[in-house]
């Protein structure tokens, strides 16, 4: 629903108006005075300001000025019974949409607001396909050959065009905010919005107005109206990030938004409908969310119709190499530097590494390095100290007694990773068999010959 600004110092203008406007389908808010005008135009989403040229105070012009400095798109048509010419060319000058002089015939009003809509609907929707056309290439900016890489971007291709909900899940770091990207830039919703909201880093109260918005005065602080991202994304896609923190009495309400697609901003009665692909990403397993009662288990099957699961980096190896290219020719160019390699000690290092902060880490690794090398060789001392610590290979002659049977060794030996690779999988089966690269039988068999309990 497109929202206008009405600002006149006369009451019952303004009530006239409403009652004109209203009925088209726009939602209206009023000020009689431009300073208020100016707090809704900072805090609220709108669509028009129609202001009254004379006004006790800041004037419609002063207002004007204003409004283009805070937010330049916005169309502000001007009213004035006192109308001269001047008046209405100075403030065309200063980017007024157009003028009408009071009294108007309200078809006048009527299609010069239309006409006012429309362009700004037009400026936004030409400023969201060039951010889109750049954001495009994010697709191909998803490195990685790896087998589970490959099978994502099959996965990529495959949800881009349904509607269904997508969970994607990994560790901190592994793109899975990239990946929301490409799901959408590759969906025919690429040329509406994508919006993304963190559901860790707020309070119950302030996480609902964000998703859902608020209308003025619904709490102390609410100033002005405001849309919900849910709104914001209407006819787009909205990335639920960190979906698992979300608080328990607001997963109620996203659960009935994701059923009926309508809602209400908080402290307002009018029902909204909205038309929204929902992508949501946790770096939990959400399934142990459930079971431990933290998260609704309808909601989950809501979210997890599809699911796409991002390994940790150190999984899949045979990225780094391609990671590490990529990043350097991102950083080097900003440095405006020729050439960069990584010393054979430092691939090396980089191989044994566990990354536990992923891709993210090892980008800023590089950034690191690329700065610091000298001579356009990254050495270890270019990277922070824990790639310096030696990784020892097995020493037989220190660890292993010479008269030990070479049967007790090994099984000792098997039974310590077995044990490590269940602890570094939560105790899942499945994931621990993997890393030791053997099936989840026969793991499940050296569990019981070993007396493994989880
Ligand atoms: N496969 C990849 N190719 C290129 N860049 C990547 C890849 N994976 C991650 N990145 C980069 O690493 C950083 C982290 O990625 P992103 O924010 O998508 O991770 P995330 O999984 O959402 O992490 P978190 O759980 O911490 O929010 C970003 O700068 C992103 O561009
Ligand atoms: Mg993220």
């Not at 100075?90 to 009003?109: G, R, V, W």
């Not at 793991?443 to 493994?452: A, F, G, L, R, V």
């Amino acid at each position: 629903m497109e929202t206008i600004l009405i600002v006149d110092d006369e009451k019952n203008y303004l009530v006239v108006l409403e009652a004109l406007l209203s009925p088209e389908g726009y939602e209206i808010v009023t000020a009689d005075n431009a300073p208020s005008a100016l707090r809704l135009i900072e805090g609220s989403d709108l669509d028009l300001v129609l202001t009254d040229m004379k006004m006790p105070g800041m004037s419609g012009m002063e207002l004007l000025e204003e409004c283009k400095k805070i937010k330049p798109e916005v169309p502000v048509i001007m009213m004035t019974a006192y109308g001269t010419i001047e008046l209405a060319v100075e403030a065309m000058k200063k980017h007024a949409f157009d003028y009408i002089t009071k009294p108007f015939q309200n078809e006048e009003l009527k299609v010069t607001i239309r006409k006012a809509l429309d362009n700004y609907r037009l400026v936004k929707e030409n400023r969201r396909l060039s951010e889109a056309l750049s954001e495009r290439y994010r697709f191909s900016n998803i490195i990685g050959r790896s087998k589970p890489m490959l099978a994502i971007y099959d996965m990529i291709r495959k949800v881009a065009g349904s509607r269904a909900a997508v969970m994607i899940t990994g560790p901190s770091g592994t793109g899975k905010e990239l990946i929301a990207k490409a799901i959408h830039y590759e969906s025919p919703r690429r040329d509406r919005p994508f919006v993304s909201v963190s559901c860790g880093a707020l309070t119950e109260t302030l996480l609902e107005s964000e998703l859902f918005g608020h209308e003025k005065g619904a709490f102390t602080g609410a100033v002005a109206l405001k849309k919900g991202r849910f709104e914001l994304a209407d006819g787009g896609t909205l990335f639920l990030d960190e979906v698992g923190e979300m608080p328990p009495p607001l997963q109620v309400k996203l659960l009935r938004v994701l059923q009926e697609m309508e809602f209400e901003r908080v402290g307002g009665t009018k029902t909204l409908k909205v038309d929204v692909r929902v992508l949501s990403a946790s770096n939990r397993n959400l399934k142990e969310t459930v079971a431990d009662g933290l998260f609704r288990e309808d909601l989950f099957y809501r979210l997890n119709v599809i699911h796409i699961e991002v390994p940790p980096l150190r999984e899949r190896p045979e990225d780094i190499r391609l990671l590490v290219d990529h990043f350097i020719e991102k950083y080097k160019n900003d440095l405006g530097k020729e050439k960069i390699d990584l010393s054979p000690q430092v691939w090396k290092s980089f191989y044994g590494y566990l990354w536990p902060g992923n891709v993210r880490e090892l980008e800023n690794v590089i950034e690191r390095a690329v700065v610091l090398n000298s001579g356009g060789v990254v050495e270890l001392k270019d990277l922070p100290p824990e790639f310096s610590e030696k990784q020892e290979e097995l020493d037989v002659d220190r660890f292993i007694p010479s008269d030990a049977s070479l049967q007790e060794t090994l099984e000792k030996i098997e039974e310590k990773m077995i044990r490590r690779a269940l602890k570094l999988s939560d105790n899942v089966q499945s994931h621990a068999a993997d890393k030791l690269g053997i099936t989840k039988s026969l793991i499940q068999h050296k569990m019981k010959k070993y007396n493994i309990l989880l």
